[in-house]
């Protein structure tokens, strides 16, 4: 019932840094759970970051100290704030949105999806 628009995405170079924003429409995130994911060439998505209602925050360990999750319910607009990036952090980056309960890094729990933004980091 919501849907959910990527953007922010570029070509760097290693060590700079990019935010993405993913904005919502239909609903109000609220009542959300937010996460962002990962796909990289030919590889599976995985988890990056989430946030919950309350705005506790979790992290990969590939991306904790580096990336940072925030969301703005005013604004109904979720963000990640990718610091120090390399060349292995290239990949599509999409964010999702739950309403459920669980753990929140699990990806099966994530309905909602966006539709991605390519983010590549050169060396």
């Known amino acids: 019932q919501v849907q959910l628009v990527e953007s922010g995405g570029g070509l760097v170079q290693a060590g700079e840094s990019l935010r993405l924003s993913c904005a919502a429409t239909?609903?109000?995130?609220?009542?959300?759970?937010l996460g962002w994911f990962r796909r990289a060439p030919g590889k599976e998505r995985e988890f990056v970051a989430a946030i919950g209602r309350t705005a506790n925050t979790y992290y990969a360990d590939s991306v904790k100290g580096r990336f940072t999750i925030s969301r703005n319910n005013a604004a109904n607009t979720a963000y990640l704030q990718m610091n120090s990036l390399k060349p292995e952090d290239t990949a599509v980056y999409y964010c999702?949105?739950?309403?459920?309960?669980?753990?929140?890094?699990?990806?099966?729990?994530?309905?909602?999806w966006g539709q991605g933004t390519q983010v590549t980091v050169s060396s």
């Open positions: 999702a949105a739950d309403s459920g309960s669980g753990y929140i890094a699990d990806i099966r729990r994530y309905v909602y």
């Open positions: 239909g609903r109000t995130i609220s009542s959300y759970r």
